[in-house]
């Protein structure tokens, strides 16, 4: 079975730090695809990044960063230079190829708060 | 844009009551997703569907049921609402694998749902 363990439940920091979102996942799946979304207060969530268990390089957007390492199962994210608009539930999820859908297994999420 | 709408933002009920969620999206996707969404539990899958008339259960699918008689609109049914299902319900709906690797899911703003 799949999972995915965000051990953050809740993140505080304050406007302009640098916070890590941490993300740990279990597959016996040899190809599989992790994602992070945004859950603001409104309530939709909103995608941010997809990464194949192929593809090990990290990426960079704009202040945000993902750390993919197969050898520990990890894919954290990370805001630099914090906004008060970052303040979401962030939500790691792990897809299921088989069958051809696509399923997610998610984390149970982590609240960051930025304060100013 | 994607848009996955849900009917109602806020719903209340009662016991007992038969209780339907609409989801409609409008980018022709194959696959849609009902959620359920608690806190320190993330999202859970209750049930998908692949196409139209087709469904298959989630991971929690007791005391629920669903409709897809038209590509656009999956219907999520509570047969006999109780007090546990009061939550915060998630559509989502996306591109089978077959369009390319691992489509994201898109998702609606949501119905939170209380029942008394």
């Known amino acids: 079975a799949q999972k995915v363990t965000q051990a953050q439940t809740e993140i505080s920091v304050v406007e302009k730090e640098d916070v890590t979102l941490d993300c740990v996942y279990e597959?016996?799946?040899?190809?599989?695809?992790l994602f992070w979304y945004k859950q603001p207060p409104s309530g939709e969530l909103v995608f941010l990044i997809r990464r194949n268990s192929f593809d090990e390089q990290n990426e960079i957007s704009g202040r945000y960063s993902w750390n993919f390492q197969k050898s520990t199962s990890s894919f954290n994210f990370t805001i630099t230079a914090s906004q008060v608009v970052d303040s979401a539930v962030y939500f790691c999820a792990l897809s299921d190829v088989t069958g051809g859908g696509n399923k997610l297994t998610f984390g149970t999420g982590t609240q960051l708060k930025v304060e100013l | 844009d994607v848009k996955v709408t849900q009917s109602s933002r806020y719903l209340v009920k009662r016991t007992g009551e038969k209780v339907f969620l609409e989801c409609v999206q409008d980018m022709d996707h194959e696959n849609m997703f009902w959620y359920r969404q608690d806190p320190g539990l993330g999202l859970r899958l209750i049930y998908f569907?692949?196409?139209?008339?087709?469904?298959e259960k989630g991971d929690i699918p007791e005391g629920y049921s669903v409709s897809r008689e038209k590509k656009e609109r999956f219907s999520l049914i509570l047969e006999s609402a109780s007090t546990n299902q009061t939550s915060m319900y998630l559509c989502a709906s996306s591109f089978p694998d077959g369009r390319g690797a691992n489509q994201p899911q898109h998702f609606g703003d949501g119905t939170r749902l209380s029942i008394l």
């Open positions: 597959t016996r799946d040899t190809t599989y695809y």
């Open positions: 569907s692949y196409d139209v008339k087709m469904k």
